[in-house]
Nanobody
Framework: QVTLVESGGGTVQTGGSLRLSCAAA????????MGWFRQAPGKEREEVST???????????NFADPVKGRFTLARDSAKNTLYLDMSSLKPEDTGTYFC????????????????WGQGTQVTVST
């Protein structure tokens, strides 16, 4: 059984940084996509970043335009954990952030994620 547990959310001021963690249990990375999504109150869930693992240490990542240059991904294979490092945070980054796994690679994109975490709240204050 695959489980994803997010952590690291919180409240920061504009311009601050946060690191979100997604601990994956019972999950095989290679050949599948993982990703981070977010949902602001009253808005649709949107993709933040996705990553496809060709092999243990070979991957391809995408970032949504609003976060390019500010957010990065990292992975600790020993801990089976995917991180979303967020910097230069803006109020519009506020929302619940969800980790997803088991996605399919479709061209340069990832889709059809099977597994989802419970979400972690990020609030960026002015």
């Amino acid at each position: 059984q695959v489980t994803l547990v997010e952590s690291g959310g919180g409240t920061v001021q504009t311009g601050g940084s946060l690191r979100l963690s997604c601990a994956a249990a019972g999950y095989t990375y290679v050949g599948y996509c993982m990703g981070w999504f977010r949902q602001a109150p009253g808005k649709e869930r949107e993709e933040v970043s996705t990553i496809y693992f060709f092999a243990r240490d070979n991957h391809f990542a995408n970032f949504a335009d609003p976060v390019k240059g500010r957010f990065t991904l990292a992975r600790d294979s020993a801990k089976n954990t995917l991180y979303l490092d967020m910097s230069s945070l803006k109020p519009e980054d506020t929302g619940t952030y969800f980790c997803a796994a088991g996605g399919r690679k479709f061209g340069s994109a990832c889709t059809d994620f099977t597994f989802w975490g419970q979400g972690t709240q990020v609030t960026v204050s002015t």
